[in-house]
């Protein structure tokens, strides 16, 4: 077989001696020990997808090596066939592909990592401003879980239960996976999109978003403090790992670790005053301009501090029921309220998912808002990067209603309206975008979901796509849990594409459809 190989590396275009075959495009000459592991990875029953070297009439089935690590180290992966080609005389035919792919690591805890990556960088894409098909289906491995849909510069990589997937949002292709079986993983993705960060089973892992090569491992021990928050493991800056630690009466401490180097930056300038009992971090968040680390000294009212994330200096504070209100009266029990980051926003999450009555400028602490609307009839359903969408609901005549769809900014000015009737105006799996608003709905004479493609000022007219994957909540009654199940994560947008997650699973697998 190492003959083989060698004459199908000579094929490829590679040169050969007695010791070596040579790749000068790469990083240097294959010895044939390496040659010999290339032939152990095609004979492993356990990879996927399937390559194989074959002779035919016609020509020889070769394949072209990719070294994940090429100018960066001198260092090879056990699994490097990328492609499989065909050498005729007319030229190259691409007969099946793969992700240059490193199988069968282990964590230092004995989970079995499988870890596959791109070949090479994918470009970068913009959102859509609207669709028009249902495109792709991607289907996940068996018995998998899809978490949450995290955008990234070039598409989105997709977190399920025990580790994380890129894709082309564009045709739903698989780049690169990294799993570690058995576990139930954490991601991340750090502001910029870049990297991605995987943790579990007492370690985090660093991959590059684009390619899902490996980049840093960092062991954190296998404990309640290995979640990626800002008093666990640390949030994922796109320098480094942010951390802070309380349970001290005096104060809290806030640190910066960058990935490389010894250099970085501690605060323990985040002090409680006039308050008994011990400090408790509350939330931490990265925002474009830094980390905002909200606090709590005993029963004193909780601070917000924002962070320059260079420096560690503190750049501005705020004080609940001093600087806002975060008094909201909740209409059911709200177990993971906090805040979350939409482009220079950060809103207080006590209705739902990115859903709040609380907005502040993350960039010099002003407050947007403290009283979103959140009465019937007139009601925040999303806080957005310059504004929020909400809805109102008008009476037309006898037992029928409209519902209009507003787009707002923060004084409540109506920028954008979309109106429809009652049957489309059920108030989750919702979707602004620049050109459209989308919407899901179930099809009673079909039987099957579908979804609703408004013009802003349309005002009853829409286009209606049908959808393969199923999204069903009606059986729900936390509002939580529904936008969960079809809110931001679920139904996301992404640069290339929207894409919605099947739920529940109709199967044994995590499915997504790509809308273009």
């Known amino acids: 077989m190492a003959s083989v ?20 495009e790469a990083r240097g000459p294959f010895t044939m020990a390496e040659v010999a592991a290339v032939e152990e990875f095609l004979a492993d029953s ?10 035919i009439e016609s020509g020889v089935l070769a394949f072209e090596a990719v070294w994940s690590m090429m100018k960066r180290k001198n260092t090879w992966s056990m699994a490097v066939v990328a492609a499989v080609v065909l050498l005729v005389p007319g030229g190259l035919v691409l007969i099946s592909g793969s992700v240059a792919g490193q199988k069968g690591t282990r964590l230092s805890d004995g989970y079995e990592v499988v870890h596959e990556v791109a070949g090479h960088q994918p470009e970068q894409l913009t959102v859509p401003t609207t669709v028009s098909e249902a495109a792709w289906v991607w289907e996940g491995p068996e018995h998998s879980e899809l978490v949450e849909i995290l955008p990234v510069s070039t598409g989105a990589v997709l977190h399920i239960n025990d580790g994380a997937v890129g ?11 990294y799993r570690i079986l058995g576990s139930e993983a954490e991601a991340a993705v750090s502001p910029d999109g870049s990297l991605v960060a995987v943790s579990a089973g007492g370690s985090l892992v660093l991959l590059d978003s684009g390619t899902g090569e490996k980049l840093h491992v960092i062991e954190h021990g296998e404990t309640a403090a290995g979640h990626l928050s800002l008093q666990g493991a640390g949030l994922v800056a796109d320098e480094g790992l942010v951390v ?7 104060g809290i401490s806030a640190s910066f ?5 010894d250099s970085g930056w501690v605060n323990e300038d985040l002090r409680c005053t006039e308050s008994s009992g011990s400090s408790e971090i509350k939330d931490g968040l990265l925002t474009p301009s830094g980390v905002a680390v909200v606090y709590q000294c005993g029963a004193s009212p909780s601070q917000m501090v924002s962070l320059d994330l260079e420096t560690g200096e503190e750049q501005w504070r705020l004080v609940s029921g001093d600087g806002f209100d975060d008094g909201y009266e909740h209409d059911e029990m709200i177990e993971e309220e906090g805040f979350a980051v939409v482009g220079d926003v950060a809103v207080l999450q006590n209705m739902a998912r990115l859903r709040g009555s609380v907005a502040i400028d993350t960039r010099n602490g002003e407050v947007l808002s403290d009283s979103l609307p959140s009465e019937s009839g007139n009601e925040v359903l999303r806080v957005l990067s310059d504004g929020y969408l909400a809805v109102r609901t008008e009476p037309v005549r006898d037992e029928e209603w409209k519902v209009r769809f507003e787009v707002r ?4 000015e109506v920028r954008r309206t979309v109106v429809t009737d009652l049957s489309r105006g059920t108030l989750y799996g919702l979707l602004p975008l620049e050109d459209s608003f989308l919407k899901l709905s179930w099809s009673e004479s079909d039987q099957n979901s579908e979804l609703a493609v408004f013009g802003w000022g349309d005002e ?19 509002v939580w849990r529904i936008e969960e199940a079809v ?6 947008e992404v640069p290339g594409a929207v894409l919605l997650r099947e739920y529940p699973n109709s199967g044994s697998a995590a499915r997504v459809v790509g809308l273009n």
């Open 5 to 24: 190989l060698a004459a199908v590396l000579l094929a490829a275009g590679c040169a050969a001696s007695e010791a070596t075959v040579v790749d000068e």
């Open 46 to 55: 356990q990879r996927a997808p399937a390559t194989e070297l074959v002779s």
């Open 167 to 177: 894709i082309d949002p564009r045709t739903g292709e698989e780049l690169w996976s």
């Open 244 to 250: 802070a630690g309380g349970g001290k009466p005096d």
């Open 257 to 261: 670790k960058p990935w490389e180097g």
């Open 409 to 412: 900014d923060f004084s409540g």
């Open 460 to 478: 009853g007219s829409e286009e209606v796509i049908d959808l393969p994957v199923s999204v069903e909540w009606e059986e729900m009654s936390s």
């Open 487 to 492: 809110g931001p994560g679920a139904f996301q």
